[in-house]
């Protein structure tokens, strides 16, 4: 049996339905660290004994009275976190973990794109929409995509945001919603306190990839935009590739 890890805290999620997920993925001792605590046990080692690692946190982050502040992590975290990547061990980051963090560009650079809550050098804020009924299209033959159907259907949130895909292999394109500025909503807008608004917002058109492997990093990371909720982590065929994303980002310990 290997050993997972698995970071969450700075987003809200349904908290027994994650824990339903995590501990279906096969046969991993879990363990499930949250924010604050989270960022501090990964200072301290909490990296040395896990095979496998899964970001579903959004760090770096406080909310208050319509405004936004951003922090970037410890020393200590940053350091964890790139002795591992720099060893071959890898890692799976999943849904809001593409806005974690705002303030450490490598791990965006590993990631190869970013949620912006804000506008800012970079652009404008991202988008974000809910409860979009989509088809996953499978566009390579790869670990974390095998035994998938060709296309298979999610009802879950999407994100119009940069992706860089000259830095990632894509493994799944959205199919059926276009990503375009009209069919989101600002990430400004709803800090501010005005949800499902784009008054005053513009986007340029982004990159419908939902999944895929980093090119960049170091050692194996794959993203998957899959898991806003409970219906998304029901899903079986996203329980299948993040089953698998785990197994191959790990080296097979499983």
């Given at each position: 049996?290997?050993?997972?890890?698995?970071?969450?805290?700075?987003?809200?999620?349904?908290?027994?339905?994650?824990?339903?997920?995590?501990?279906?993925?096969?046969?991993?001792?879990?363990?499930?660290?949250?924010?604050?605590?989270?960022?501090?046990?990964?200072?301290?080692?909490?990296?040395?004994?896990?095979?496998?690692?899964?970001?579903?946190?959004?760090?770096?982050?406080?909310?208050?009275?319509?405004?936004?502040?951003?922090?970037?992590?410890?020393?200590?975290?940053?350091?964890?976190?790139?002795?591992?990547?720099?060893?071959?061990k890898g890692a799976v980051a999943m849904h809001h973990a593409l806005a974690g963090w705002a303030e450490w560009p490598e791990w965006h650079d590993w990631l190869g794109g970013q949620f912006h809550y804000q506008p800012g050098k970079h652009g404008p804020d991202s988008g974000y929409r809910h409860d979009v009924a989509y088809d996953a299209r499978i566009v390579a033959s790869h670990p974390v995509t095998q035994g998938l159907p060709e296309s298979f259907s999610v009802t879950d949130e999407l994100y119009l945001c940069p992706i860089d895909e000259s830095a990632i292999t894509p493994l799944a394109r959205a199919e059926g919603f276009d990503f375009t500025r009209d069919n989101f909503y600002s990430a400004a807008n709803a800090v501010a306190g005005e949800m499902f608004s784009r008054e005053g917002w513009d986007h340029p058109q982004g990159s419908n990839c939902v999944a895929w492997e980093s090119r960049t990093c170091p050692a194996p990371l794959v993203y998957l935009q899959f898991g806003d909720g409970p219906d998304t982590y029901a899903n079986p065929h996203v329980r299948r590739m993040l089953e698998q994303a785990l197994e191959y980002t790990s080296g097979g310990t499983a």
């Open positions: 049996m290997g050993s997972l890890l698995v970071l969450s805290g700075g987003h809200p999620y349904e908290e027994g339905p994650f824990d339903e997920l995590i501990h279906a993925l096969g046969n991993w001792d879990v363990t499930h660290l949250v924010h604050p605590e989270a960022e501090q046990k990964v200072a301290d080692g909490a990296l040395n004994e896990a095979d496998a690692l899964l970001f579903y946190d959004m760090g770096g982050y406080t909310f208050a009275d319509g405004a936004v502040a951003v922090r970037a992590p410890s020393q200590a975290f940053r350091k964890a976190i790139t002795q591992r990547f720099s060893s071959g």
